[in-house]
């Protein structure tokens, strides 16, 4: 099938898509500051909401995954699913990075507390 | 010659209209500012079929109108930031040559939403808006694709149209 777009057309394209892309990086290692907050969700719903700057350990579930924030970060430490995925993941401090345990449907996921206040004002 | 106020006027209509199809479309993709643009099908249309500076106009009565019918002030305001930008960055590849009316709509969808967002991190006085870049990127060059190849059959159609 003949589109019709020329070289100059495609080239747009993959540079729209490049940046595109860039800003999805950039987004993930810089954007991500300012972060200061960790919301525990269980099976999608929020159990607690906690500060990323007071350190201490977190029981979620009645103990069956344990977090531990620490320096600013937020790892999950013990968990009692079989594959441990969740226990072996990074700790996480960035704006949306979260920590999963499938199994236990927890949710760690950390967010800025200003959020959530724009789609008031665009729409 | 003396037709161009007529066509402008049926062009302008055609504006209204499509803006006013694109409210009853109860399209929600889920995030804010994401949609087709369909209006925008009548400007590329004018961009080529009447001139630069009608078309300007034709966005600018347009954007007004259908804010002051379907909108708000707000919505005039970001409407008016992405059809300038958008409308200047079509100029401008039209007139540098080699892309195809696809190619012109395609960079003509992607900068309207660039201009909106400017405009909302200029009232959020922010730059987390940037997190919304790469979906609004991404959405206006598929409308804006959309829109191009609509544009191309309408003025292939047209091609007998003398302003």
């Known amino acids: ?123 | 010659m003396k037709n161009r106020v007529a066509y402008f006027g049926v062009f302008t209509a055609l504006a209204l209209i499509f803006s006013y199809i694109e409210t009853l479309i109860p399209v929600n993709f889920g995030i804010y500012g994401v949609k087709l643009g369909l209006a925008n099908l009548i400007i590329v249309v004018a961009l080529y079929k009447i001139g630069i500076g009608e078309a300007f106009l034709l966005s600018v009565v347009r954007v007004v109108l259908s804010g002051f019918l379907f909108g708000n002030y707000f919505s005039i305001i970001y409407s008016l930031a992405g059809g300038m930008l958008s409308l200047a960055v079509m100029s401008l590849l039209k007139r540098s040559g080699g892309f195809s009316v696809m190619g012109v709509s395609i960079a003509g969808g992607v900068f309207h939403n660039i201009g909106q967002l400017i405009v909302a991190m200029l009232v959020v006085e922010t730059f987390s808006v940037i997190y919304y870049v790469p979906v609004l990127l991404t959405a206006g060059m598929l409308a804006g694709l959309v829109i191009g190849i609509a544009a191309n059959g309408m003025l292939r159609r047209l091609k007998g149209l003398k302003m």
């Open chain 1, 1 to 123: 099938m003949k589109t019709g777009l020329k070289k100059k057309d495609w080239l747009l394209i993959l540079i729209i898509l490049c940046v595109a892309g860039l800003t999805v990086l950039a987004h993930t290692y810089i954007g991500g500051r300012g972060a200061n907050k960790v919301v525990v969700k269980v099976d999608g719903v929020i159990q607690g909401t906690y500060s990323l700057s007071e350190d201490g350990r977190i029981e979620i579930n009645d103990g069956t995954n344990v977090i531990e924030i620490s320096n600013g970060k937020a790892d999950m430490i013990e968990a009692d699913c079989p594959d441990q995925l969740c226990v072996n993941q990074k700790a996480v401090s960035r704006n949306h990075e979260n920590i999963i345990c499938l199994p236990n449907k927890v949710v760690v996921e950390v967010e800025s507390v200003e959020e959530s206040e724009y789609d008031a004002v665009t729409n």
